[in-house]
C-alpha cells in the first residue's frame, strides 16, 4: 500500500491566511490545533501564475517547490511557524523530507530520511517537525504523525478532495 503528500502544515489561522493568498488552496483541519495544505499541481500553478516561476530541486531539498517559494514560506512564518512535509512510501518503505520556517527563517530542517533507513531515535522527519508546531503524542497512539492524523488519507489528491 502507497502513501505520498506534499504539504505545508502549521496552525489552522495561520494556513487560513495563507490559503486567501493561493486562491485554489484548500486548508484541511487536522489534530492538536493544527492544519494543512495539500500542496497539488492546481497550487503549483497557481504559484506559478502569479510569478513563482517552478524550478526543480530548489527550496530547502524539496524538488517540488517553485523557485521563489522559500520568501513566501518566509513571510507566512513571521505570522507563526510553518512547516513543508513530503513523504513517499510503499510497502513501509520510503522517504520523507521535513522542514519549518518561523520568524522569516528556516529554524528546522531540512531534516530527511531516505528509503530503507531506519527512523532516528528522535523521529522521523514530520514527527519532529509537527513537534515543533506543538503537537505531541497522545495515548495509545505511536507518534504525531498519527496522533495529529496523517493517517486519514494516503495521497496528496485525497488530502485536496476531502
Request: aromatic share 8%; proline share 7%; glycine share 14%.
Amino acid at each position: 500500500m502507497s502513501y505520498e503528500l506534499q504539504a505545508l502544515i502549521g496552525t489552522l489561522e495561520l494556513l487560513t491566511v495563507a490559503a486567501a493568498e493561493v486562491p485554489v488552496a484548500r486548508v484541511v483541519p487536522l489534530a492538536q490545533g493544527l492544519a494543512l495544505i495539500p500542496v497539488t499541481s492546481a497550487v503549483l500553478a497557481a504559484l506559478q501564475g502569479d510569478g513563482v516561476v517552478p524550478k526543480s530541486g530548489s527550496g530547502a531539498g524539496f524538488g517540488w517547490h517553485p523557485d521563489g517559494f522559500e520568501l513566501r514560506l518566509a513571510a507566512w512564518s513571521k505570522a507563526g511557524p510553518i512547516a513543508c512535509v513530503e513523504a513517499e512510501f510503499w510497502g513501509g518503505n520510503g522517504t520523507q523530507r521535513a522542514a519549518v520556517w518561523s520568524d522569516g527563517r528556516v529554524v528546522l530542517g531540512p531534516l530527511t530520511m531516505g528509503e530503507f533507513e531506519p527512523a532516528p531515535a528522535e523521529g522521523t522527519p514530520i514527527s519532529r517537525v509537527l513537534r515543533r508546531l506543538g503537537g505531541y503524542v497522545e495515548p495509545g497512539r505511536v507518534d504525531e504523525f498519527a496522533s495529529v492524523g496523517l493517517g486519514a488519507h494516503r495521497s496528496t489528491a485525497a488530502w485536496a478532495a476531502g
